[in-house]
Every structure is written in C-alpha cells, then in structure tokens.
C-alpha cells in the first residue's frame, strides 16, 4: 500500500520554464511534508517543508501548494535551472506521536533542458 | 562535521551471505532510520529507532535486523543475503518532533548475485 503517490515519474522542462510535481497523501494524521532533492551518487538532501495548517511556503523558486481538503500537495519550481535537474521525493511523516517514520513518494526525475 | 556516515561504499554478496550496513551520526540525533531505494519505488523505510535501545519496523522489514546500542551508531545486518535486496541503501538521522529535517548519509550500493 502506497501512503504517498507521486506523478509524475519524470518531467522535462525547458529552461526558465515551471516544473511542477505532485503528491498525495492517504494518512491524515501526517503533519509535516517536506520535499528532498537527490543528485546522482548522493543521499537526498531537504529542499522545503510545510505543515498542514498553511497553503503554500515559498522559499525562492521553489514553492510548495498544499491542499488539506483534498489531501494533496505540489512542488513548484519557477525559472527552473539545469542545475535543478535531480530526482525529487515529496515525503509525509507523523510527528505528534513520538514515533517519527518518514514516509516518501516513489520520486520524479526532472531533467531541465538549456 | 561528519554528519551522516555510511560504510562501506559498495559491497558485492554471494547470496546467502551475511553482513552489517555501518551508519553513525555525530549529530547527537534521537532519530535514526534505514531506507532501501530501488527504481520506480523511492525511498522505502526498513527499520526506525527514536533512540538508543528502541527500534521499529518500517515498511519492509523482512531480511533484515537492526540494533541501536549508542545514540550514534544504528547497523542494518542482513542475516541471508539474496538477490531481491539488491539495492542502494542509505541510513538517515533526525531529530524527534518539530519541523525537523532528516540527514541522509552517502548511500550503500549493495549487490547480492
């Protein structure tokens, strides 16, 4: 059972376009959705995290869109980069029990063309 | 500042084989996980422990143990190798609760023929 889907499974984006990513979520007890970002032969490191009690955080290009009602939530990248090309995960976890798994999305890998 | 620290790099097994995924954490962090990462199916969470002596099940357990002796130190051992956990592996560590981000070490590249 997939807890968090994610689409699509790659995206190719011109240069200084939008790149957006996907994500939904089963579990309504998770309370923290962060999204990581992983260059080959690397562990994935976090790009930008929201909580459910606010619709979108923006920290520069990037942007996360978060609807409760519908249980999904979306990266967005403005003026997408060749350097932005990576695979990124949306993830969701549980933080008010103690207990703290992380669960992530199956991943997109976003290739940006120059 | 070491960060996440996985050993070894890459490791090749006969199936059948056993052998133990290093992670420690200087970090001082509660939170210590294991995720295996395959194409088309992300990051899948095999073991968590919120602290020392205290672990927990993930998503897909089956094949593998993990202890948790020193807040630092949390090793995945796979008891009997075989060729569906070829994988790369990567160990994570976090604090617990909060707005927290977890680190992620350099990854395992594990093959099992």
């Known amino acids: 059972q997939q807890q968090v889907k994610q689409s699509p499974q790659s995206l190719i984006v011109q240069k200084g376009g939008i790149s957006i990513i996907n994500c939904a979520y089963e579990n309504t007890a998770f309370d923290y959705f962060p999204w990581y970002q992983q260059f080959p032969g690397k562990g994935p490191a976090l790009l930008i995290a929201i909580r459910p009690d606010v619709s979108e955080k923006k920290e520069g290009r990037f942007t996360i869109s978060f609807n409760k009602s519908a249980k999904q939530f979306s990266l967005h990248i403005m003026d997408s980069q060749p350097g932005d090309s990576a695979t990124y995960f949306c993830a969701a976890s549980r933080t008010s029990t103690g207990g703290f798994k992380t669960i992530f999305g199956a991943g997109t890998r976003l290739f940006v063309k120059a | 500042n070491a960060g996440v620290t996985q050993t070894p790099k890459f490791q090749v097994l006969k199936t059948g084989q056993s052998m133990t995924l290093q992670c420690a954490q200087d970090?001082?962090?509660?939170?210590m996980s294991w995720y295996r990462q395959d194409p088309g199916m992300g990051l899948r969470l095999i073991h968590y422990?919120?602290?020392?002596?205290?672990?927990d099940q993930g998503e897909v357990p089956n094949g593998y143990n993990v202890s948790r002796s020193t807040t630092e130190d949390f090793p995945l051992r796979l008891l009997s190798a075989a060729p569906s956990q070829t994988s790369v592996y990567f160990c994570a560590s976090s604090y617990v609760g909060g707005d927290t981000e977890a680190f992620f070490g350099q990854g395992t590249r594990l093959t099992v023929v």
């Open positions: 422990s919120v602290g020392a002596g205290i672990t």
């Open positions: 970090m001082n962090h509660e939170y």
